[in-house]
Structures are given as structure tokens and as C-alpha cells.
């Protein structure tokens, strides 16, 4: 079993509607858990990261933690076009070294 | 604030040659990291340094890749010789230690293509 793993879509979804992507991890000790968006040809950047205590939200943004099932949610409200990009989920494993999943593919359609 | 910098952004060498890539982490980052993705797949960590030391090396290939960070700052990545399988893109990315939840900042990256 990977350590991270993410449904490599695409997720197709309609402009306003809601977009969710999961990532799940193996390591049940986890404490912190990132999204990373990567539009094509460009480097990852960070969206958000919740710790294992609780959900966020940050604008359109909210992201979701599961501990029993270990898996983490990033739900975008109101997707727009410019969301269309490959959200990747992070998960640090030991410390600082971070375990990436092969990402999802959003495609937002206008 | 300059975030993390690579260069070259694209490198096309032909197999057998060496190649090298640079970094420079953001200003006090003391966590390096040399990334590699390939398409369709996220980035895997080949090295990390906690300041000048390289704390975690495991998934280098060290037979054919060396890489150093002189005076905890600058890194630099070298594939000597590369082969087709290493065309990918490599990422630096940087962080500041301290907690688990420490974001890290990805550079733009280096295409390599090698033919």
C-alpha cells in the first residue's frame, strides 16, 4: 500500500459547483496534512494544511479530516475555471520529509 | 521576499553527459529539499539537508547523482552520467524547521529532457 494515494481523475465538474478531492494515507500517526495546487508546467503551492485536530476553512477552501477512515478532503465551493489544475495531497512523514500523492486532476468546465 | 530559485529552468542533454542543477533556498530556510516528478505523478524526495548536513539521502540514486549544500545555503544537484529514464522534472523546495506543520516553498523547477 502507498502511503499517500489520490483517484489521478480527472474530476470534471461544472463552474459553481462543488469540487471534492480525497487522499488517503497509510500512517496513522499523522498529525498534519497539505494540499498542494500544481497547474500544469508550474511548480506545487501550498493551499492549505490542517492539523489532526480539526477541520479548516479558508475561503472557498475547507479541507476535512477522517481519522478513523485516514482520509483527508479538500472541497472547493463555487469552482471556477481557474481551479482547473492537479491538487496534490502531503503528508510528512518522520518530521520534515514529506510523502506526496500522485495528485488529482480538477477540470472546472465554464 | 525572492522565493526559491532554480536554474536553468530547461536543460536537454544527451545521455552519457553530466548535468547540473542549482538552487538557492529562501532566505533563512535552514530545510532543503531536491524533489523529482515525473509526469502524471507527484514529486518523490531524492535529498534533504538540515543545513549543510544531508539528514535524508535514501532515495538517491547515488551511483549516478551527487549533491551538496556549501555553507547551508545554496544547493546544487549533478547527474553524471544521465540516462533517458532521468528526464523529469527536478524541484528544490525549502522550509523552515521547527514543527511539523512547516510549509515548504517549491522553486520553479528544471525540465531535464535527455536524448
Known amino acids: 500500500q502507498k502511503e499517500v494515494e489520490q483517484n489521478s481523475g480527472p474530476l470534471s465538474v461544472p463552474e459553481g459547483a462543488i469540487a471534492s478531492l480525497n487522499c488517503t494515507y497509510s500512517d496513522r500517526g499523522s498529525q498534519s496534512f497539505f494540499w498542494y495546487r500544481q497547474y500544469s508546467g508550474k511548480s506545487p503551492e501550498l493551499i492549505m494544511f490542517?492539523?489532526?485536530?480539526g477541520d479548516k476553512e479558508d475561503g472557498r477552501f475547507t479541507a476535512q479530516l477522517n481519522k478513523a477512515s485516514q482520509y483527508v478532503s479538500l472541497l472547493i465551493r463555487d469552482s471556477q475555471p481557474s481551479d482547473s489544475a492537479t491538487y496534490l495531497c502531503a503528508v510528512p512523514s518522520g518530521t520534515y520529509k514529506y510523502i506526496f500523492g500522485t495528485g488529482t486532476r480538477l477540470k472546472v468546465l465554464a | 521576499e525572492a522565493g526559491v530559485v532554480q536554474s536553468p529552468r530547461y536543460k536537454i542533454i544527451e545521455k552519457k553527459q553530466p548535468v547540473a542543477f542549482w538552487c538557492n533556498p529562501i532566505s533563512g530556510h535552514n530545510t532543503l529539499y531536491w524533489y523529482l516528478q515525473n509526469l502524471g505523478q507527484g514529486p518523490e524526495l531524492l535529498i534533504r539537508?538540515?543545513?549543510?548536513?544531508?539528514?535524508?539521502d535514501s532515495q538517491l540514486p547515488k551511483d549516478r547523482f551527487s549533491a551538496e549544500r556549501l555553507k547551508g545555503v545554496d544547493s546544487t544537484l549533478k547527474i553524471q552520467p544521465a540516462e533517458l529514464g532521468d528526464s523529469a522534472v527536478y524541484l528544490c523546495?525549502?522550509?523552515?524547521?521547527?514543527?511539523?506543520?512547516?510549509?515548504?516553498?517549491f522553486g520553479q523547477g528544471t525540465r531535464l529532457t535527455v536524448v
Open positions: 490542517i492539523y489532526s485536530n
Open positions: 523546495a525549502s522550509s523552515f524547521g521547527g514543527t511539523p506543520s512547516t510549509e515548504a516553498f
Open positions: 539537508y538540515e543545513n549543510e548536513e544531508a539528514v535524508d
